[in-house]
Nanobody
Framework: QLQLVESGGGLVQPGGSLRLSCAAS????????IGWFRQAPGKEREFVAAISSVGVTDYGDSVKGRFTISRDNYKNVLYLQMNSVKPEETAMYYC???????????????WGQGTQVTVSS
């Protein structure tokens, strides 16, 4: 069974850091583009970051310079390092996978269940 499971969410203070993880099972991430999205209550799902199978990255404008996406193909895990977080970034964060980086930023094939990130003092 193909599955993506996010972890690492929680409460973080404004300006703080958090690292999210996304573990894949049932398939290997090596040949997939993978990414992160987020959705706050009452808002549309927003693209955060993506990384291709060969390491090309793409970021949403609001997170450039603060968030870093990376992958460990050996462990079959995707990461999102979040620095200098802001209260407006409180949301459910989802990882997703697709056959290429264009597809993963628009209509991924696979989705995880999400992990909640709350930025508050």
């Amino acid at each position: 069974q193909l599955q993506l499971v996010e972890s690492g969410g929680g409460l973080v203070q404004p300006g703080g850091s958090l690292r999210l993880s996304c573990a894949a099972s049932g398939f290997t991430l090596d040949y997939h583009a993978i990414g992160w999205f987020r959705q706050a209550p009452g808002k549309e799902r927003e693209f955060v970051a993506a990384i291709s199978s060969v390491g090309v990255t793409d970021y949403g404008d609001s997170v450039k310079g603060r968030f870093t996406i990376s992958r460990d193909n050996y462990k079959n895990v995707l990461y999102l390092q979040m620095n200098s977080v802001k209260p407006e970034e409180t949301a459910m964060y989802y990882c997703a996978a697709a056959s290429n980086i264009v597809r993963v930023t628009t209509a991924p094939h696979y989705w995880g269940q999400g992990t909640q990130v709350t930025v508050s003092s």
